[in-house]
């Protein structure tokens, strides 16, 4: 069972940047496919980027060039550097693990789920 938390929420203006994290317990994620989601309110929650367990990236279009996944294996800690934010970017944001090395084709087969941590960006 692994229990993951996020935190690095927070306000920023339009241009900002924040790092996201998640810390892991109850397993290692050093070998696992992980995941950052979000969900603005009245949206469905979508998969923002995600990293294989041997560290393969992928990123959803909108967050291309901007966000960086990364994983600290020693810490047993997932980031999300994102940089040049844009109010579009307001959601709840989640990290997710997988039970597996691989991740699959599109954002699913996410086993373990962080409560969320808050980012809101103004204009």
């Known amino acids: 069972q692994v229990q993951l938390v996020e935190s690095g929420g927070g306000s920023v203006r339009a241009g900002e940047s924040l790092r996201l994290s998640c810390t892991a317990s109850g397993a290692s994620i050093r070998s696992v496919c992980m995941g950052w989601f979000r969900q603005a309110p009245g949206k469905e929650r979508e998969g923002v980027a995600r990293?294989?367990?041997?560290?393969?990236?992928t990123y959803t279009e909108s967050v291309k060039g901007r966000f960086t996944i990364s994983r600290d294996d020693a810490k047993t800690t997932l980031y999300l550097q994102m940089d040049s934010l844009k109010p579009e970017d307001t959601a709840m944001y989640y990290c997710?693990?997988?039970?597996?090395?691989?991740?699959?084709?599109?954002?699913?087969?996410?086993?373990?789920w962080g409560q969320g941590t808050q980012v809101a960006v103004s204009g």
């Open positions: 997710a693990a997988a039970s597996v090395p691989w991740c699959e084709p599109t954002f699913s087969g996410f086993r373990y």
């Open positions: 990293l294989s367990g041997v560290g393969k990236t």
